[in-house]
């Protein structure tokens, strides 16, 4: 079956970053796009990040653009989201998904990882 893994969360400074990886098994990797999303407490789920299979296209929330990079490595079935200039409202559970066509609507979403907790500290 499909499994989607999410590591890298942490507690981290504002100011800081840390890089959260997604390894994917189960499926065919390129044939997905890939996408980040998080949920803060008290929040819905809202879209961070995506790319398509081939890495060669990508979307960015506006709140995030400038800040993270999201990027693949198709030969290892996993995805990655840097995170940049973290900031204490970038704190959320952060889930990594895979869709068949680029999207930014979360339940589009056709397999989810089981969340990595990103707490950025004042």
């Known amino acids: 079956q499909v499994q989607l893994v999410e590591s890298g969360g942490g507690l981290v400074q504002t100011g800081g970053s840390l890089r959260l990886s997604c390894a994917a098994s189960?499926?065919?990797?390129?044939?997905?796009?890939m996408g980040w999303f998080r949920q803060a407490p008290g929040k819905e789920r809202e879209f961070v990040a995506a790319?398509?299979?081939?890495?060669?296209?990508?979307d960015y929330a506006d709140s995030v653009k400038g800040r993270f990079t999201i990027s693949r490595d198709n030969a290892k079935n996993t995805v990655y989201l840097r995170m940049n200039s973290l900031k204490p409202e970038d704190t959320a559970v952060y889930y990594c998904a895979a869709i068949r066509v680029l999207a930014r609507l979360a339940n589009e979403y056709d397999y989810w990882g089981q969340g990595t907790h990103v707490t950025v500290s004042s």
């Open positions: 189960g499926l065919t990797f390129t044939n997905f796009a």
């Open positions: 790319l398509t299979g081939s890495g060669l296209i990508t």
